[in-house]
């Protein structure tokens, strides 16, 4: 069997020293166009793949990013790993997951031990994490490299992506106007979310603009779970007059309202339009497929892994001009023209 090749066969090939490889190896820029040229050359040649401990021990890095979580809905969570391991696996680095307790007595504690004891060299944190500005401030007083993903400008454009939903949810507004709905509900989220009342006020500000009122009656708070959109969506739909439109805060939720408009023998999108959140896989297998907003959730994720790899190799200012994305109207078969109540 012929012998893996080392760092010291491509030295001695190229004929510059090991410190050079290693230099070219780790992407740093003080090295020659040409001499970079000829050192890849014979990398590519020899098959030479280099020890990732070791690579790490040179480098004073781990390689290691960690993705710091507690959020119930599945389909979100595996968007983000997708968006960041397609980063990572470009740049050589590789993801530790770390579920967490956010409402916890021991949330910051265990999130800074998690960073300790795992090595990793910095940590993407999303919401409703990510809205914590005591986790971002301990980061910062534990000299921790982190990116937030967020709903809300909070912080310096190097650590955060920005999720405009309140521009997204004013989109909504207009568009259901459009349609010519003046009975509208909403399922919010959890009221201490920074992301619920961003889309919360997106949407009811821009229908006071265009002239339409929403009864107090009508704006629920829900937990963005499947089931609390259910026992939501009851609570409305059991009112007498009901809702022509429930916006939810979430596609999870938005599920929930169809199951009981089902259930309720309501036709939807011709007695009542329903829309949700976040354009899951769910919100276009559901029948009817769902009309929502689609957060670029696996292009933030990406953006937000760049950005954790310009701060970790010391480069901020590569990260500093992403950092706003404007989530976009999906419109599919859950939503139709409003049909005029008669005066009673």
């Not at 040409?34 to 021990?57: C, H, M, N, Y």
């Not at 959020?71 to 740049?91: E, H, M, T, W």
Request: glycine share 6%; proline share 5%.
């Amino acid at each position: 069997m012929d012998k893996k090749p080392t760092i010291n066969d491509v030295a001695r090939i190229a004929g510059v020293s090991k410190r050079t490889v290693s230099r070219v190896i780790n992407g740093a820029s003080n090295v020659g166009a040409a001499t970079r040229e000829k050192i890849q050359q014979v990398v590519d040649e020899l098959g030479f793949s280099p020890d990732k401990q070791a690579r790490g021990l040179a480098a004073s890095r781990s390689y290691l990013i960690g993705l710091i979580y507690d959020n119930p809905d599945a389909l979100y969570l595996d968007q983000v790993q997708r968006g960041v391991l397609s980063i990572c696996s470009q740049k050589g680095y590789e993801l530790v997951v770390h579920p967490c307790s956010y409402r916890g007595d021991e949330f910051i504690s265990n999130c800074i031990s998690f960073v300790r004891r795992s090595n990793i060299d910095g940590v993407i944190v999303i919401p409703p994490v990510s809205e914590s500005n005591e986790l971002a401030s301990a980061l910062v007083n534990h000299d921790i490299n982190y990116v937030r993903l967020t709903s809300v400008d909070i912080d310096t454009k190097p650590n955060i992506v920005v999720s405009d939903d309140r521009a997204a949810l004013s989109d909504m507004a207009r568009y259901l106007v459009s349609l010519g709905h003046q009975y509208i509900a909403i399922i919010s989220g959890p009221n201490h979310y920074y992301s619920t009342v961003e889309r919360l006020e997106g949407i009811t500000d821009t229908l006071e603009e265009l002239g339409v009122t929403i009864s107090p009656e009508w704006i629920i708070e829900g937990n963005n779970t499947y089931q609390s959109g259910i026992e939501c969506a009851r609570s409305l739909l059991n009112q007498s007059p009901r809702p022509q439109v429930i916006v939810a805060n979430n596609d999870e939720m938005a599920a929930g309202v169809l199951k009981v408009a089902h259930e309720l023998g309501i036709d939807v999108p011709g007695e009542l339009s329903v829309t949700g959140f976040d354009d899951n896989l769910l919100a276009s297998r559901v029948i009817p497929s769902l009309t929502t907003v689609q957060r670029p959730v696996v292009a933030m994720a990406g953006i937000a892994a760049r950005k954790i790899i310009a701060l970790i190799e010391n480069k901020p200012e590569e990260g500093a001009s992403e950092y706003t994305i404007k989530p976009h109207l999906i419109i599919r078969e859950s939503t139709r023209k409003a049909v005029k109540r008669e005066s009673n």
